[in-house]
């Protein structure tokens, strides 16, 4: 590959695009791609969505930016309706998924000492967890690979086994203030966590004096068919982080809290420049007119249904490749087994058209962009089909 002036902390694959639409992405050598990746879960209505296009280039002509100096009536709106869809209150904006958690950390941890209890500032996450590359985010995903070289790990963290209420009950002291878990684990394999873990969680939370986080940065936004996954199993945190599809491919995060969780959270306690500008939040009252347009959740959720059949039938075919076949709605992981690295079926299947994004443990994840039908589902199932025929250990 040519050299570039790019900092190399991605072992990039030497392809890029020129063009998007729909489920579909053109690379600048000419070819199309059936995109089952959505940049990581961001593109959540597919390229160049033409509401999206038409609110960009509507507020892109007005208004980018004034600072939060001001107010800013397009996030003001937008606050509102997460509030008037969600268990929250109160928003705070971000460019990011790893700031959308830090400011959940924060908000916890203020909580706390708001309360009178600044002693309590651990939060317990959860072993295989992923929670951003800050250094308080990376300390809250705990992996060895996440922190090594950086020195100190941020102090504050616990680590328990995911969807073990048990454990997480065990780990709690008088110092912890929070904990903070991912209702379907995205980068580390796709993995739900059961409702009755999530019940347990809130139960436990409210036993201890705890505030509940979930970060919903991947599952949220509608992916799973819901809003947000916890939605699924009847469960409400105190406070929620959003990203990737909350911008539909723009840049925004959203830290999403209670009133009372947020009490501490007064004026110059927290803050961002570009945090919610009108530009960002103007796009993101767009993804939310199509995401909230009646019938759009449920179409999701039919769409899931199907490619959860088709992707049964590829598993019963591929029984000696595929281990298993898990996820919530239209976020899948396919187990892949061990003999077949993953990194390999992932450049096979772009070879024959389908881009989708590896995971931990062994797994090829499809995150589809919620817009797909079952003519993109079909597409898929025949790439994949073709794909794992194909495949050598
Ligand atoms: C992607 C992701 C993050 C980090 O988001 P960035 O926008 O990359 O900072 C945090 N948590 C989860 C669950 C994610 O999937």
Redesign the pocket.
């Known amino acids: 590959m040519t050299e570039t002036a790019m900092m190399p902390t991605y072992a990039r694959i030497d392809l890029s695009f020129e063009r998007g639409e729909g489920a579909y992405l053109f690379s600048t050598d000419g070819r199309r791609f059936l995109d089952f990746g959505s940049g990581?879960?961001v593109n959540a209505l597919g390229h160049s969505h033409p509401h999206l296009v038409k609110v960009l280039q509507e507020q892109g002509a007005k208004l980018w930016h004034t600072s939060n100096l001001f107010r800013i009536p397009e996030g003001e709106k937008l606050a509102g309706r997460l509030c008037d869809a969600s268990f929250a209150d109160q928003v705070f904006f971000t460019n990011?998924?790893?700031?959308?958690?830090e400011c959940s950390i924060k908000v916890a941890r203020k909580y706390q000492s708001h309360n009178g209890h600044p002693e309590k500032y651990r939060i317990i996450c959860c072993n295989g967890?992923?929670?951003?590359?800050t250094l308080a985010?990376i300390a809250a995903g705990g992996g060895e690979k996440l922190l090594a070289g950086f020195g100190p790990a941020v102090e504050g963290f616990d680590h328990v086994a995911f969807d073990n209420l048990n454990e997480m009950k065990a780990a709690i002291t008088p110092e912890t203030a929070a904990i903070m878990v991912?209702p379907v684990i995205?980068?580390g394999g796709i993995i739900p966590a059961s409702h009755e873990y999530l019940k347990g969680l809130r139960e436990t939370c409210d036993e201890f004096g705890l505030l509940l986080i979930f970060?919903e940065?991947?599952?949220g936004l509608g992916r799973t068919g819901k809003l947000f996954a916890h939605e699924w199993a009847d469960v409400q945190p105190d406070i929620a982080?959003s990203?990737?599809g909350i911008g539909g491919g723009f840049p925004l995060?959203a830290c999403l809290a209670t009133k009372e969780a947020a009490a501490g959270m007064v004026p110059g306690t927290h803050g961002s420049t570009y945090g919610g500008n009108p530009l960002a939040t103007a796009v993101g009252n767009g993804v939310l007119d199509v995401v909230m347009a009646p019938g759009f959740l449920s179409s999701v959720i039919a769409i899931s249904n199907y490619l959860n059949e088709a992707l049964e039938k590829l598993t019963k075919r591929h029984s000696d490749k595929i281990d298993l076949v898990r996820g919530a709605g239209l976020m899948v992981g396919i187990k892949v087994a061990e003999a077949y690295p993953v990194g390999n079926v992932i450049t096979a299947l772009r070879e024959n058209g389908l881009i989708a994004i590896p995971a931990a443990e062994n797994t090829v994840r499809l995150l589809p962009p919620m817009i797909i039908e079952q003519s993109h589902v079909d597409e898929a199932a025949a790439i994949l089909d073709k794909t794992f025929s194909e495949l050598e250990g």
């Not at 990011?96 to 958690?101: D, F």
């Not at 967890?129 to 590359?133: A, L, Q, T």
């Open positions: 990581i879960a990011s998924g790893a700031e959308a958690l967890s992923f929670h951003g590359r985010t991912e995205g980068e970060d940065v991947q599952c982080a990203a990737k995060g």
